[in-house]
């Protein structure tokens, strides 16, 4: 029996314990990241955008704020997957490096990504606009800012980011949505219904005291309001509203004021308190409510209360399912619109342009100079249950909007319009047969159509429920698709990407058996390494120059180093250091670090310089340096005093996707580093100049040094070929591996990159490794810079020291 004595103790142990046990559960739960949770979670932020008096609204000066603030509302989801952050700014727009200067700033803010982030404005006249690119070529010209002095808006950049970091630490669960549709009686109408002859006479604005054009047709229009919220049980948390109108009853008041949209916006609000309610405008290009609005100023509130009535309907209208975390999803399209060449007359003549022209005119170059340097604009798709969720730039005419319900009719489509604001007003191809005042002022040209409704289909086909990330799935002998559910799996994944690769590059030739002979021919004394001259055959005839550096410290093996350089004359040379391009000396840096380091020629540069592929046995020069640089590998292992098991790879530029090449077919190489040497294919865009010059934007990569099979084989088509390179990077894995990827960088646009980590990231978490991948993003152009070199032979050592 156990005395009473004892009975007491044991009793104060269980109690000690289970307190213990609560602790821990508490210490656990109450600093876990949202991410790390199950299910759906959302955190809400709303700010006040209204600049100060005295600032410049777009087209006026400020001298009052009205009853209502300006607002810039907005949620993050969280879910699988890196968060996701969706905007809306009572602004007129936020156009080109505005829009990446947003992104970025909110993506850091709720530990996302760019590419997982949309800012959109809901169009008032009387509110701000916003272009830093504007900015700069006004500055640039000695022209004042006016309207596009930036300072307000990066002060609201602070201020969101605060308002997200805030909201994070108030993150609700989702277990149901909301999805409902109402039609608005009275208030849009299409702008563009007086024609003659096929050719539009008069636009039918957003007010209209002409009683012809008020009685005329209402047109082509998006009646429904569509409502998507987000509920924890019976407790709203967000409501997002769509439709599509030009916002104006009245402007050029000189007083701030979020118009109709924003008064029936904040109706609701008053209705259902306890949802944060964000409003985007729809593909409104050519819809306003000039039919139902004779620019009285009391119509705003007519108009706005016959939103609100559309929006209540839409909300009693409202049908609530349970979601989970696989019910979630998000993807991205590159949109690279063809463009007008007149835009660039504007740059002539915006000496002469008043602060209104202005204003209409910089968002349209900033936008063309962008575009002509090769950046896209990125279109996105939010899948949620059922519903599905489309972000797009510019003023798009509501035909888009329109053709996307009609792609997907088993699906609840909606469309947010006003994104990206450079591309001014985006119309059908038949429209622009037809002029307008849309048509005219328009920066891109009548086959936008076709590249747009291509990207909103693909997006809306490949955003399904319960379909397996396409990293993580594989194809059997016969062609069908599994998921891959274990290592043994990932491998035929694996195999799978290196076949791919040589579809385009050609085989890989089976290496000698025979150990290769290594020729000094010359060498220099230096401080903590020698360097070596050296030569071989990696095969019969296909002789290799390199430096072989070697540590003086001789007491153990010594880890090794295939570092390749990028492209130029110099070849080799560029990496130790003797040549005037600068931030490019990895190889000797590594060799005074402890490293053997090797650093071949690539053929056609440094003693390759004459090197001819056109009688060689390889179908690429990518496949050529793929096996000398196996070859190197062969190299570094038959040295007596180096670490079989301890090589990685280096490289920039060229070296950058060289690395990822040789890497992928050489399993020996235990750590990867590529420095500005890849993004995703179709999101690769040398600039329109270069893209001239070898005929397609993918020409660069099809020259006969590296991969011709691209333009002889596959037409130059980022769809046709059969391998990206967020696969190459994928099939490293579990190695570690380190991207140099800088954010202005010309030649690897960083929104591919950054699209392409977050597929990779998946593998990697998939084999337990992610803490094996790191990604850094300096604010530099194509280049290494010396703390990121630093930073990266850290990254080096710890796996191989």
Same mark, same amino acid.
């Not at 429904?224 to 008041?253: G, R």
């Not at 001259?533 to 880890?559: C, D, G, H, Q, T």
């Not at 194509?782 to 050592?797: L, Q």
């Given at each position: 029996?156990?005395?009473?004595?004892?009975?007491?103790?044991?009793?104060?142990?269980?109690?000690?314990?289970?307190?213990?046990?609560?602790?821990?559960?508490?210490?656990?739960?109450?600093?876990?990241?949202?991410?790390?949770?199950?299910?759906?979670?959302? !955190?809400?932020?709303?700010?006040?955008?209204?600049?100060?008096?005295?600032?410049? $609204?777009?087209?006026?000066?400020?001298?009052?704020?009205?009853?209502?603030?300006?607002?810039?509302?907005?949620?993050?989801?969280?879910?699988?997957?890196?968060?996701?952050?969706?905007?809306?700014?009572?602004?007129?727009?936020?156009?080109?490096?505005?829009?990446?200067?947003?992104?970025?700033?909110?993506?850091?803010? !709720?530990?996302?990504?760019?590419?997982?982030?949309?800012?959109?404005?809901?169009?008032?006249?009387?509110?701000?606009?916003?272009?830093?690119?504007?900015?700069?070529?006004?500055?640039?010209?000695?022209?004042?800012?006016?309207?596009?002095?930036?300072?307000?808006?990066?002060?609201?950049?602070?201020?969101?980011?605060?308002?997200?970091?805030?909201?994070? @630490?108030?993150?609700?669960?989702?277990?149901?949505?909301?999805?409902?549709?109402?039609?608005?009686?009275?208030?849009?109408?299409?702008?563009?219904?007086?024609?003659?002859?096929?050719?539009?006479?008069?636009?039918?604005?957003?007010?209209?005291?002409?009683? $012809?054009?008020?009685?005329?047709?209402?047109?082509?229009?998006?009646?429904?309001?569509? =409502?998507?919220?987000?509920?924890?049980?019976?407790?709203?948390?967000?409501?997002?509203?769509?439709?599509?109108?030009?916002?104006?009853?009245?402007?050029?008041?000189?007083?701030?004021?979020?118009?109709?949209?924003?008064?029936?916006?904040?109706?609701?609000? $008053?209705?259902?308190?306890?949802?944060?309610?964000?409003?985007?405008?729809?593909?409104?290009?050519?819809?306003?409510?000039?039919?139902?609005?004779?620019?009285?100023?009391?119509?705003?509130?007519?108009?706005?209360?016959?939103?609100?009535?559309?929006?209540?309907?839409?909300?009693?209208?409202?049908?609530?399912?349970?979601?989970?975390?696989?019910?979630?999803?998000?993807?991205?399209?590159?949109?690279?619109?063809?463009?007008?060449?007149?835009?660039?007359?504007?740059?002539?003549?915006?000496?002469?342009?008043?602060?209104?022209?202005?204003?209409?005119?910089?968002?349209?170059?900033?936008?063309?100079?962008?575009?002509?340097?090769?950046?896209?604009?990125?279109?996105?798709?939010?899948?949620?249950?059922?519903?599905?969720?489309?972000?797009?730039?510019?003023?798009?005419?509501?035909?888009?909007?329109?053709?996307?319900?009609?792609?997907?009719?088993?699906?609840?489509?909606?469309?947010?319009?006003?994104?990206?604001?450079?591309?001014?007003?985006?119309?059908?191809?038949?429209?622009?047969?037809?002029?307008?005042?849309?048509?005219?002022?328009?920066?891109?040209?009548?086959?936008?159509?076709?590249?747009?409704?291509?990207?909103?289909?693909?997006?809306?086909?490949?955003?399904?429920?319960?379909?397996?990330?396409?990293?993580?799935?594989?194809?059997?002998?016969?062609?069908?698709?599994?998921?891959?559910?274990?290592?043994?799996?990932?491998?035929?994944?694996?195999?799978?990407?290196?076949?791919?690769?040589?579809?385009?590059?050609?085989?890989?030739?089976?290496?000698?058996?025979? @150990?290769?002979?290594?020729?000094?021919?010359?060498? !220099?004394?230096?401080?903590?390494?020698?360097?070596?001259?050296?030569?071989?055959?990696?095969?019969?005839?296909?002789?290799?120059?390199?430096?072989?550096?070697?540590?003086?410290?001789?007491?153990?093996?010594?880890?090794?180093?295939?570092?390749?350089?990028?492209?130029?004359?110099?070849? @080799? @040379?560029?990496?130790?250091?003797?040549?005037?391009?600068?931030?490019?000396?990895?190889?000797?840096? =590594?060799?005074?670090?402890?490293?053997?380091?090797?650093?071949?020629?690539?053929?056609?540069?440094?003693?390759?310089?004459?090197?001819?592929?056109?009688?060689?046995?390889?179908?690429?020069?990518?496949?050529?340096?793929?096996?000398?640089?196996?070859?190197?590998?062969?190299?570094?292992?038959?040295?007596?005093?180096?670490?079989?098991?301890?090589?990685?790879?280096?490289?920039?530029?060229?070296?950058?996707?060289?690395?990822?090449?040789?890497? !992928?077919?050489?399993?020996?190489?235990?750590?990867?580093?590529?420095?500005?040497?890849?993004?995703?294919?179709?999101?690769?865009?040398?600039?329109?100049?270069?893209?001239?010059?070898?005929?397609?934007?993918?020409?660069?990569?099809?020259?006969?040094?590296?991969?011709?099979?691209?333009?002889?084989?596959?037409?130059?088509?980022?769809?046709?070929?059969?391998?990206?390179?967020?696969?190459?990077?994928?099939?490293?894995?579990?190695?570690?591996?380190?991207?140099?990827?800088?954010?202005?960088?010309?030649?690897?646009?960083?929104?591919?990159?950054?699209?392409?980590?977050?597929?990779?990231?998946?593998?990697?978490?998939?084999?337990?490794?992610?803490?094996?991948?790191?990604?850094?993003?300096?604010?530099?152009?194509?280049?290494?810079?010396?703390?990121?070199?630093?930073?990266?032979?850290?990254?080096?050592?710890?796996?191989?020291?």
């Amino acid at each position: 029996m156990i005395n009473n004595k004892r009975l007491k103790v044991m009793r104060m142990q269980f109690v000690f314990l289970l307190l213990c046990i609560a602790g821990s559960t508490f210490s656990k739960t109450s600093n876990v990241d949202p991410r790390e949770k199950r299910g759906i979670r959302i !955190a809400t932020f709303d700010v006040d955008a209204t600049p100060p008096i005295g600032s410049r $609204l777009t087209y006026d000066p400020m001298i009052n704020s009205g009853e209502q603030t300006l607002r810039a509302k907005g949620i993050v989801l969280f879910g699988e997957g890196d968060p996701i952050v969706l905007c809306s700014v009572d602004w007129i727009g936020i156009a080109n490096e505005s829009q990446d200067a947003f992104k970025e700033a909110m993506a850091e803010a !709720a530990g996302t990504i760019p590419n997982r982030v949309v800012v959109h404005t809901v169009h008032q006249h009387d509110a701000p606009i916003c272009d830093f690119t504007a900015e700069k070529i006004l500055k640039e010209n000695n022209i004042p800012a006016g309207c596009f002095d930036g300072t307000f808006a990066r002060e609201l950049i602070q201020r969101l980011q605060s308002s997200i970091r805030l909201s994070l @630490k108030d993150v609700k669960e989702v277990t149901e949505i909301g999805i409902g549709s109402a039609e608005i009686h009275q208030v849009a109408s299409n702008r563009r219904v007086y024609k003659k002859e096929g050719r539009i006479v008069t636009m039918r604005g957003s007010s209209s005291k002409d009683s $012809l054009l008020r009685s005329m047709p209402e047109g082509l229009i998006d009646p429904d309001v569509s =409502l998507v919220s987000f509920w924890n049980e019976n407790t709203p948390l967000a409501v997002l509203s769509f439709y599509a109108t030009h916002p104006q009853s009245y402007y050029l008041t000189k007083t701030t004021n979020p118009d109709f949209p924003g008064i029936a916006r904040f109706l609701r609000q $008053l209705a259902v308190p306890d949802a944060l309610h964000v409003h985007f405008n729809g593909a409104g290009g050519n819809v306003a409510a000039g039919k139902y609005n004779d620019g009285s100023h009391e119509t705003r509130f007519i108009l706005a209360k016959r939103m609100a009535d559309g929006m209540e309907r839409a909300w009693n209208n409202t049908q609530k399912f349970s979601v989970q975390s696989e019910d979630l999803g998000w993807d991205t399209e590159n949109l690279l619109l063809p463009y007008r060449d007149k835009i660039k007359k504007i740059e002539t003549t915006m000496n002469q342009m008043d602060s209104r022209l202005l204003a209409n005119n910089m968002g349209r170059l900033g936008w063309y100079k962008r575009r002509v340097a090769g950046k896209g604009i990125e279109i996105a798709c939010l899948r949620i249950h059922n519903a599905r969720l489309l972000f797009m730039p510019g003023e798009l005419f509501v035909e888009y909007q329109l053709a996307a319900k009609k792609m997907a009719p088993d699906h609840f489509v909606a469309m947010a319009a006003y994104g990206d604001y450079g591309p001014f007003y985006i119309g059908t191809e038949a429209a622009y047969a037809e002029g307008g005042y849309e048509i005219e002022s328009s920066p891109v040209t009548a086959e936008s159509e076709k590249l747009i409704l291509t990207k909103i289909k693909r997006l809306l086909d490949r955003n399904k429920a319960n379909q397996p990330r396409e990293l993580l799935t594989y194809k059997d002998r016969s062609g069908q698709i599994f998921p891959v559910t274990n290592k043994k799996e990932w491998e035929k994944k694996r195999e799978e990407v290196l076949n791919n690769m040589q579809l385009v590059m050609g085989k890989v030739p089976p290496r000698q058996k025979k @150990k290769l002979h290594v020729i000094y021919t010359d060498s !220099a004394v230096y401080e903590k390494y020698v360097r070596y001259s050296i030569n071989f055959e990696a095969a019969p005839s296909e002789k290799v120059f390199a430096y072989l550096y070697r540590p003086k410290n001789k007491s153990m093996l010594s880890p090794a180093m295939l570092a390749l350089h990028g492209t130029g004359i110099e070849g @080799k @040379k560029i990496i130790d250091g003797v040549t005037s391009i600068k931030n490019r000396a990895y190889a000797k840096e =590594l060799a005074e670090r402890g490293y053997v380091v090797i650093s071949p020629d690539y053929p056609s540069m440094g003693e390759l310089e004459n090197y001819d592929f056109a009688n060689d046995r390889y179908d690429s020069g990518t496949m050529k340096g793929i096996f000398n640089h196996i070859s190197c590998v062969d190299i570094l292992q038959s040295l007596p005093y180096v670490d079989k098991k301890r090589i990685g790879v280096i490289g920039h530029s060229l070296g950058g996707h060289n690395a990822l090449f040789v890497a !992928a077919f050489d399993p020996r190489i235990k750590v990867i580093v590529s420095s500005c040497g890849w993004t995703l294919m179709d999101y690769y865009h040398p600039g329109e100049q270069v893209t001239a010059g070898y005929g397609g934007r993918l020409g660069p990569w099809a020259q006969e040094r590296y991969m011709p099979f691209i333009r002889d084989k596959y037409n130059l088509d980022v769809e046709k070929i059969p391998f990206d390179f967020d696969e190459i990077i994928a099939s490293l894995a579990p190695r570690p591996f380190y991207s140099n990827s800088p954010v202005s960088d010309l030649n690897f646009s960083i929104e591919g990159v950054r699209k392409g980590i977050s597929h990779v990231r998946e593998v990697y978490r998939f084999l337990d490794s992610e803490d094996h991948l790191k990604i850094v993003y300096p604010q530099a152009s194509h280049d290494f810079p010396s703390d990121i070199r630093e930073d990266a032979y850290r990254f080096i050592d710890k796996y191989l020291k």
